[in-house]
């Protein structure tokens, strides 16, 4: 039933905040700590387990998935409801420092995935001759 | 007679908020399969589209809740307000195959944690030489330097305030945009051309829609495994953000 996914994706997301609050509690921070995040890497968690058990039919798969693409949209809706005319003095902020953590993480990029690379480092075809390929085999 | 009218909008502010997102998603979509040859994602121009609608329904109410403000587009509060985002938010990690991420191993590891560490640092660093000097403040724009998710969850968790929230999502657009529009250009450069290297470039871009975007265009071969490890870099950027990065920025500067 969509239900069962749809109170599985509530419950992770419950248990995620109730987490988020003990520990914000623990350390004397006046917040939710990190609430999202425990949420997100429970339902991984839980899904994993459900999935090598067989436990979780299409239907309840439905009742995350319907979810998981709204994220664009309310995304979109989310933007469209902020104070954007009091942030724009901060506009250079938001051009400046995107660029430059995007112009620093490209150049670790080749860096990192030469500390370990194992068996799925080897490159693809040709995307030309992969097509070319698979177009033979047909 | 029109003020009936208004009120079947005004009255259902959630539904006619699906309704107006859904229309711009569609306009935006347009204008990125016939404007950009499908180079900028629909989603990133419609992001784009929303803060400046929210820019022009601020300058009209002078308020503080962008469109939302008028009261035909009242649900947007309501669609775009922290319930229904986290919610939406936590559902995409369902597509995290663990099996999958494991192929990712150690330099999948520590792209995850140096891609949410160059913008936690950069972005507050930038922050800070900007001008903002409170810790809620450089957390809030360090944390929208990893993504336009991992900025907006961060200051809500921290009590940011809406144009700090704005900026964090603006800051995350601009890297999510250029994520998109240069990965095909330099893909050969960094030897982005196998399933190993999609991983490590997820985790360390971190931008879902920049990853998928810039993938898409390299080589839709190595889309899947790029955006797995954003996924996972969302969720531990939201994990992240407003825990370890926040009480360290707070140590350094006060308050």
């Given at each position: 039933?969509?239900?069962?996914?749809?109170?599985?994706?509530?419950a992770c997301?419950?248990a995620?905040?109730?987490?988020?609050e003990?520990?914000?509690?623990a350390?004397?921070?006046?917040s939710?700590?990190g609430?999202?995040?425990?949420?997100?890497?429970?339902?991984?968690?839980?899904v994993?387990?459900?999935?090598q058990n067989?436990?979780?039919d299409?239907?309840?798969r439905?009742?995350?998935?319907?979810?998981?693409?709204?994220y664009?949209p309310?995304v979109v809706?989310?933007?469209?409801?902020?104070?954007?005319?009091g942030?724009?003095?901060?506009?250079?902020?938001a051009?400046?420092?995107?660029l430059?953590?995007?112009a620093?993480?490209?150049?670790?990029?080749?860096?990192?995935?030469r500390?370990g690379?194992g068996k799925?480092a080897v490159?693809?075809?040709?995307?030309e001759?992969?097509?070319?390929?698979?177009?033979?085999?047909? | 007679?029109?003020?009936?009218?208004?009120?079947v909008?005004?009255?259902?502010?959630?539904?006619?908020?699906?309704?107006?997102?859904g229309?711009?998603m569609l306009?935006?979509?347009?204008?990125?399969?016939?404007?950009?040859a499908?180079r900028?994602?629909?989603s990133?121009?419609?992001i784009?589209?929303g803060l400046?609608?929210?820019?022009i329904?601020g300058l009209?109410t002078g308020?503080?809740d962008?469109?939302?403000?008028?009261?035909?587009?009242?649900g947007l509060?309501?669609?775009?307000?922290?319930?229904?985002?986290?919610?939406?938010?936590?559902?995409?990690?369902?597509?995290?195959?663990?099996g999958?991420?494991r192929k990712a191993?150690?330099n999948?590891?520590v792209?995850?944690f140096?891609?949410?560490?160059?913008?936690?640092?950069l972005g507050?660093v930038?922050?800070?030489l900007f001008g903002y000097t409170?810790?809620?403040?450089?957390t809030?724009?360090?944390?929208?330097?990893?993504?336009?998710?991992?900025?907006?969850?961060?200051?809500?968790?921290?009590?940011?305030?809406?144009?700090l929230?704005?900026?964090?999502i603006?800051?995350?657009?601009?890297k999510?945009?250029?994520v998109?529009i240069?990965?095909?250009?330099?893909?050969?450069?960094?030897?982005?051309n196998n399933?190993?290297?999609?991983?490590v470039?997820?985790g360390?871009?971190?931008t879902?829609?920049?990853?998928?975007?810039?993938l898409?265009a390299?080589?839709?071969?190595l889309?899947?495994?790029?955006a797995m490890?954003?996924?996972?870099?969302?969720g531990?950027?939201?994990?992240?953000g407003?825990s370890l990065?926040?009480?360290?920025?707070?140590?350094?500067?006060?308050?």
């Open positions: 039933m969509i239900i069962y996914g749809v109170a599985l994706l509530a997301m419950l995620g905040n109730v987490i988020g003990l520990i914000g509690a350390i004397g921070v006046d939710n700590v609430g999202v995040g425990l949420a997100m890497l429970l339902l991984v968690f839980v994993y387990r459900l999935q067989g436990r979780l299409l239907s309840s439905r009742g995350v998935e319907f979810w998981s693409s709204l664009i309310i809706a989310m933007a469209a409801s902020q104070n954007v005319v942030a724009v003095t901060g506009g250079p902020v051009v400046v420092g995107g430059l953590v995007v620093v993480s490209f150049a670790l990029v080749p860096v990192i995935a500390l690379a799925y490159p693809l075809d040709e995307l001759s992969a097509q070319n390929k698979e177009s033979h085999d047909e | 007679m029109s003020e009936r009218l208004l009120d909008f005004t009255s259902n502010g959630l539904i006619t908020a699906f309704a107006a997102v229309l711009l306009i935006c979509n347009l204008v990125s399969t016939h404007l950009t499908g900028i994602h629909g990133a121009i419609a784009a589209a400046v609608l929210s820019y329904g009209t308020g503080e962008g469109l939302a403000d008028i009261a035909l587009f009242s509060g309501l669609m775009g307000g922290s319930m229904l985002r986290d919610f939406a938010i936590v559902a995409t990690a369902f597509g995290v195959d663990v999958e991420l191993g150690l999948g590891v792209a995850l140096a891609g949410l560490g160059v913008p936690f640092v507050g930038v922050a800070y409170d810790p809620v403040a450089v809030t724009i360090g944390a929208g330097a990893a993504t336009y998710i991992v900025g907006p969850v961060t200051g809500s968790a921290i009590g940011a305030g809406s144009d929230i704005a900026l964090s603006a800051i995350g657009l601009v999510s945009i250029s998109m240069i990965t095909p250009a330099i893909a050969r450069t960094i030897s982005l399933p190993s290297a999609a991983l470039f997820g360390m871009m971190g879902t829609s920049g990853v998928a975007g810039g898409a390299t080589d839709p071969r889309v899947p495994y790029g490890t954003a996924t996972f870099y969302t531990l950027g939201c994990l992240l407003p990065f926040y009480l360290i920025v707070r140590a350094l500067l006060g308050g």
